[in-house]
């Protein structure tokens, strides 16, 4: 069994932030765990990145693990199909991602060495073949081991990004986001987010067919109790990030139990 490494978890801590004259992070010296969930194309990953840069926490992209183990069973040339093979193959790998929101990088030891996949795993066949690998119960059982793992050497300061994080890998988060968007706002954006590459049929499979799919095992569609839900159908980014901070600070500002 692969552990986490202080090396690849300190890396990503190491961009140094400037702080604003007379302001200091929020909740500073204290847990500040913020989970965002939703579906494909409402924004999760560009908008958890800027959240993380104004909170000054760790960013987790969980479904670029995901990513990683889909490609590298195809590198492997495993039948995505054969459960058994993908969970040992999703347990087997070496596997090294920054948490920086500033530094897109992840990477997989193979028997040359470390490759970079950062650009790979983004790639539509990767696109095609993750729901396999995400709806792998043993393959979840083993990434959400190490995102917690991730979540507790950040000192539980970390903005963690995916599709079941307010219910299963953070359900104990200070804060708990389901970031949301109409299927016409959603299609819309990941076609931009694409280039204008992708057909209306494609774009209907990346998006639609695969929440579809991922939703069998994963809750990310509906808020659940305690979560808070931010539907940015109507808003742009900035109007985006902003309800979303809004959320943070009301959230840390409540009264134990209340």
């Known amino acids: ?29 204290r847990p500040l765990v913020v989970a965002i969930d939703g579906p494909s194309g409402s924004g999760k990953s560009s908008v958890s990145k ?16 995901y990513r990683a183990v889909a490609w590298d069973c195809l590198e492997q040339g495993l039948d995505l199909a054969d459960g058994a093979a993908v969970e040992a193959a999703a347990r087997g790998l070496d596997l090294e991602l920054s948490t920086s929101p500033d530094v897109e990088r992840v990477l997989v030891r193979g028997p040359h060495g470390m490759t970079d996949v950062t650009a790979a795993i ?5 696109s095609a073949a ?13 990434l959400i081991r190490r995102q917690r793992a991730i ?10 990004e995916g599709r079941d994080i307010t219910t299963v890998v953070a359900r104990d988060a200070e804060v708990r986001i389901l970031l949301t968007a109409s299927e016409e706002a959603r299609l819309r954006r990941r076609g931009a987010q694409l280039g204008g590459t992708q057909s209306a049929e494609q774009l209907h499979e990346q998006v639609v067919a695969r929440d579809a ?13 305690g979560v ?31």
Do not use: C
């Not at 983004?122 to 990767?126: F, L, N, T």
């Not at 993750?130 to 083993?142: I, P």
């Not at 979540?151 to 963690?160: C, I, S, T």
């Open 1 to 29: 069994m692969t552990e986490l490494n202080s090396q690849s978890t300190a890396q990503g801590t190491s961009v140094r932030y400037t702080p604003v004259p007379g302001t200091e992070p929020l909740r500073l010296g």
């Open 50 to 65: 800027e959240v993380a840069r104004r909170l000054r926490l760790a960013y987790l992209d969980t479904g670029a693990m």
């Open 122 to 126: 983004r790639e539509p066949r990767i």
């Open 130 to 142: 993750v729901s396999a690998v995400a709806t792998n119960l043993g393959v979840r059982d083993e």
């Open 151 to 160: 979540v507790a050497a950040h000192g539980r300061r970390m903005v963690v």
């Open 213 to 225: 799919k991922d939703s069998t095992v994963a809750s990310f569609t509906q808020a659940a109790d």
């Open 228 to 258: 808070f839900t931010v539907d940015s159908s109507d808003l742009d980014f900035d109007q985006t990030i902003d309800a979303v901070l809004g959320v943070v600070h009301a959230a840390v500002s409540r009264p134990a139990g209340a």
